[in-house]
């Protein structure tokens, strides 16, 4: 397979990455990770610029123009005739003698990489279980770093037990799940934890937001407790691979009696159309 390495493409096998490279010692980076269908990626432009604002919040200077990187991730895709699947980008603050300060004069390191996945609806799962797990996670969620242990920790809980995400919670407030959005319904409405410090505003999760308007679906970006998501006529998740997906069961307790409900079906409804459009674009 072919990599972006800096500004340059490269077979996977000659990438190397420096010992002290600070996204390897301190999870010192940023990250996006993108859809492909069609060759096309799917919502390119607000990931770019949620990229921007990640590299803004930690002063980490992009070393090209977000164009420059656009054009290149495209090449990537190219490259490998990737059809459908994943694309991921990084950006490191880069190799320099190990102190925590930021170095100077240390360009960043660019990485990115393609997998393919088809999107193949027939096997698209009915929905997943989810675990509860507490949010132990810093305080700057609404930024996509590499710094990802509190996320890995609570995914490992979930997968230990065969469930496919872990719903945090600080305290009594739900937040987020650990790769994922979480939305409930209740009485026909949507409701959503607030685009703050304490989540990732996913894209998945604006782009419902917007597929919900459309749709005259009412949306609450509210708090919302652990009383609340458990007795929720609905819950589901969305995130750039899992798209929308309901969860049907958290730990013992079942949703809506272990069935996808109405809203969850017609955003996934919604959604599975918006693809298809970009495919044809
Ligand atoms: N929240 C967290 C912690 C994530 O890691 C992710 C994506 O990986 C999301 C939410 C969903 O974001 P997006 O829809 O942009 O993929």
């Not at 320099?96 to 660019?110: D, G, K, L, S």
């Not at 088809?118 to 698209?124: G, I, N, T, W």
């Not at 945090?168 to 994922?180: A, I």
Request: aromatic share 6%; glycine share 6%; hydrophobic share 40%.
């Amino acid at each position: 397979a072919t990599i972006l390495y800096q500004d340059q493409f490269i077979d996977r096998t000659q990438a190397k990455v420096d010992i002290e490279d600070r996204g390897y010692q301190f999870g010192d980076g940023i990250y996006e990770a993108m859809m492909v269908y069609s060759g096309k990626i799917f919502l390119l432009e607000p990931h770019l610029k949620r990229l921007e604002r990640s590299a803004r919040e930690l002063s980490l200077t992009l070393p090209y123009s977000i164009e420059h990187l656009a054009d290149n991730i495209k090449k990537l895709i190219e490259l490998n005739q990737l059809e459908d699947g994943v694309v991921y980008f990084q950006i490191t603050r880069g190799a320099a003698p190990r102190q925590h300060f930021f170095p100077e004069h240390t360009p960043p390191v660019i990485t990115g990489s393609v997998s393919s996945k088809v999107r193949d609806l027939s096997k698209r799962p009915k929905g997943i279980k989810a675990v509860l797990a507490e949010d132990i996670r810093w305080l700057r969620c609404d930024i996509k770093t590499l710094n990802l242990l509190g996320n890995v920790l609570a995914k490992q809980k979930a997968h230990s037990v065969s469930a496919g995400e872990a719903i945090l919670h600080r305290g009594e407030t739900v937040t987020e799940g650990s790769s994922s959005n979480v939305f409930i319904a209740k009485a026909g409405e949507l409701v959503t934890h607030p685009a703050d410090h304490l989540i990732l505003n996913g894209i998945t999760r604006l782009f419902v937001l917007d597929l919900a308007k459309q749709l005259d679906i009412p949306v609450s970006e509210r708090e919302f407790t652990l009383e609340e998501l458990l007795h929720a006529d609905e819950v589901f998740i969305t995130s750039t691979s899992n798209e929308v997906k309901p969860v049907l069961q958290i730990d013992d307790q079942l949703i809506n009696a272990g069935e996808p409900g109405a809203l969850s079906k017609k955003l996934i409804a919604a959604f599975d159309a918006e693809v298809e459009r970009i495919r044809t674009q």
